[in-house]
C-alpha cells in the first residue's frame, strides 16, 4: 500500500476559506442560507465553513447533520421508514432555503443523491449547491459539485482518504493506493 499526501491543514484550511468566499458570491450574502454536512466528515467541513461565512459576513448560518445511510441505494436498512424519520438534525425548515450540502468527497455521486432525498423528504430547498472538499471524478450519476476544494484525477483502484481533525485528530488528505480506507467514497 502507497499513501500519497495531497493536502495537509494548510491546504485544507485554504481550500475551505475559498469555497466560503465563493459561496457569499454566488448566493450574493448569507440571507436563507443553510449549510448541511453529510455525516461523517461532511459535519466538521460544514461548520468550518460556516465558520467562515461568519468571518466574512458577520453573520453565521445555520448548520444541519444529515445520515444519509437509510437513503443509500448500495445497503439495506431493516427499519427503513423508522431510520429515515431519525437520518437528519436540522436546525431549522430548509423549505424555501437556500441549502449548501457539504461532503468530503465527490466520487459516484451515490451519496449525494441519498441526500438530496433525505433532504426533500424534510422540506423543499428553494436551491441546493453542492460543496465538497475533494472532487475525485468517476461519476455514475450525473450530479456536479458547485464547489470544489480540489479536483484530483484518480483511478478506481486509488482510494482517497479524508483526515479532519474533528475526527481523526489532524487534517490531511491522502490517496491511497492499492487499500481500502473506511472513509472513501
Known amino acids: 500500500m502507497r499513501l500519497r499526501k495531497i493536502m495537509d491543514e494548510n491546504g485544507i484550511r485554504r481550500a475551505l476559506t475559498r469555497i466560503a468566499h465563493e459561496i457569499v458570491e454566488r448566493n450574493k450574502g448569507t440571507e436563507n442560507l443553510v449549510i448541511v454536512g453529510i455525516k461523517r466528515r461532511g459535519e466538521p467541513l460544514a461548520h468550518r465553513l460556516a465558520d467562515g461565512i461568519k468571518k466574512i459576513e458577520g453573520f453565521r448560518p445555520p448548520v444541519g447533520?444529515?445520515?444519509i445511510t437509510p437513503y443509500r441505494d448500495d445497503r439495506e436498512c431493516d427499519n427503513a421508514q423508522g431510520a429515515k424519520e431519525g437520518a437528519a438534525f436540522l436546525p431549522l425548515v430548509i423549505t424555501g432555503k437556500t441549502v449548501v450540502l457539504v461532503d468530503?468527497?465527490?466520487?459516484?455521486?451515490?451519496?449525494v443523491r441519498a441526500a438530496m432525498e433525505a433532504l426533500m423528504d424534510r422540506g423543499r430547498p428553494q436551491l441546493i449547491q453542492l460543496a465538497v472538499l475533494i472532487d475525485r471524478g468517476h461519476r455514475e450519476l450525473p450530479i456536479r459539485p458547485d464547489f470544489v476544494g480540489k479536483n484530483v484525477p484518480t483511478s478506481r483502484s486509488e482510494n482517497i482518504a479524508v483526515c479532519l481533525a474533528e475526527v481523526d485528530a489532524k487534517d490531511e488528505v491522502l490517496i491511497i493506493e492499492d487499500g481500502k480506507q473506511e472513509n472513501t467514497r
Do not use: A, E, K, P
Open 104 to 111: 468530503d468527497v465527490l466520487y459516484t455521486g451515490r451519496s
Open 65 to 67: 447533520l444529515l445520515d
